[in-house]
Nanobody, 124 residues
């Protein structure tokens, strides 16, 4: 059974940092590109960061460039998103996604697998 499980979310004050993790199981997660998305309350899902299967390519949404780092440990089938200098408008449910089918990486419709999400709340 394919599964992605996120962890590492929580409540943090503005200016703080968090490291989110996403563990893949039930499939060869290391062979898939991976991305992080977020969804604030009552808004659509936004692509935050992308990493290719071999980690040779990464990309970020403009809203997090310079504050976020995406990485992966293929030996552990785990992806990470580290975010620094957090702002209140970073508050959202964060999801990892895998199995990108090509095209615009920030399009959530192009991913086969999703985790259940981990909540990040940033207070001012």
């Amino acid at each position: 059974q394919v599964q992605l499980v996120e962890s590492g979310g929580g409540s943090v004050q503005a200016g703080g940092s968090l490291r989110l993790s996403c563990v893949a199981s039930g499939f060869a997660g290391y062979s898939y590109s991976m991305a992080w998305f977020r969804q604030p309350p009552e808004k659509g899902r936004e692509g935050v960061a992308f990493i290719s299967s071999g980690a040779s390519t990464t990309d970020y949404a403009d809203s997090v460039k310079g504050r976020a780092t995406i990485s992966r440990d293929n030996a552990r089938n785990t992806g990470y998103l580290e975010m620094n200098s957090l702002k209140p408008n970073d508050t959202a449910m964060y999801y990892c996604a895998a199995g990108w089918r090509g095209g615009r990486w920030s399009d959530p419709a192009l991913y086969n697998y999703w985790g259940q999400g981990t909540q990040v709340t940033v207070s001012s």
